[in-house]
């Protein structure tokens, strides 16, 4: 696959962004494109990877790495391909569901990343519970807020408003996506910390692209999600679902996993307070779910 013209946002775009102390990390994917992710805690500590979504990037889980890292854990929190200070390719052929869950794959595993806490919402639950469907040892626990993993059918109908405001709105402003679906306001600053790694139309592909890509109806992803369904039918570690009370798009997507995995007889389940990004309106209930589930995993601080 051509990725085309591959954007790399200018480093002051990150300069002095509000509670983002964290040095950045990169991994080289490859095909050349360059990962970046931040590493925080002591490096013998129990790992908690924490996922972001879409638009968003790593810049979501800033108010929630000081808390688990001071609880004795090591967190790990990447950009996905096209978001935040990884790489971005310009060509939205470029992008599918496969592609990213390989990238994050292949990121993965060459860190040897082992006995991890996933901690994910939004497409960070579509790539990460793939990723535990494919690798279930190399994972002990799982905390999921406001995603899922669709197989088919149709998609709720906020989705589907979604899907054609990112396919046809002539503007898409990402710090402005993320407001709308925060109950909490967003200082000015926190909106255009969002939009920072994003300084082009271009840098959006794969913003706008996302959307297409979650498979309802008869997409070409169904037999893989039913392929990780049918892994996860058998995924018997800790599994907690912390999704919020006031998501329209989520709202009830806890029931099938509760139903269907077996890991979530032993779950910390609550619902927390918010909206779709719930780790800006309650990252303290997404934090306590996280400890919770990682003493019941018995990953041990240090």
């Known amino acids: ?123 960070g639950s579509l790539i990460g519970l793939r990723l535990v469907a494919a690798m279930p040892d190399r994972f002990a626990s799982v905390v999921l807020s406001n995603g899922g993993l669709p197989e088919g059918g149709e998609p709720p109908k906020a989705f589907t408003a979604w899907r054609r405001f990112a396919r046809w709105s002539p503007f898409f402003p990402i710090g402005g996506i993320l407001q709308k679906a925060t109950s909490r306001a967003l200082t000015d600053a926190e909106v255009a910390a969002y939009d920072a790694p994003f300084p082009s139309r271009a840098s959006k592909a794969a913003a706008r692209m996302f959307p297409a890509l979650v498979p309802f109806g008869d997409d070409v992803a169904v037999p893989d999600q039913k392929a990780a369904w049918s892994s996860l039918e058998a995924f018997d570690k800790p599994f907690t679902c912390a999704f919020s009370n006031r998501d329209p798009i989520t709202r009830g997507g806890d029931k099938q996993f509760k139903a269907r995995v077996p890991g979530a007889a032993k779950g910390a389940h609550r619902t927390l307070n918010g909206h779709h990004f719930i780790q800006e309106d309650d990252p303290h209930g997404f934090v306590d779910a996280i400890l919770e589930t990682a003493a019941i995993a018995s990953l041990k601080p240090i």
């Open 1 to 123: 696959m051509t990725l085309g013209k591959i954007i790399r946002t200018p480093d002051e775009r990150f300069t002095d962004l509000p509670d983002f102390p964290f040095q950045p990390q990169y991994h080289e994917l490859g095909d050349g494109l360059r990962l970046h992710y931040l590493d925080e805690g002591d490096r013998g500590a129990p790992i908690v990877l924490m996922m972001h979504g879409e638009p968003s990037w790593c810049y979501l889980y800033r108010h929630m790495i000081p808390p688990v890292v001071e609880a004795g854990y090591r967190v790990i929190a990447p950009d996905l391909i096209g978001f935040g200070r990884s790489d971005k390719p310009t060509r939205k052929a470029a992008f599918s569901y496969a592609g990213h869950v390989a990238w994050m794959r292949e990121w993965m595993e060459a860190l040897d990343l082992r006995d991890v806490l996933l901690a994910c919402q939004d497409w």
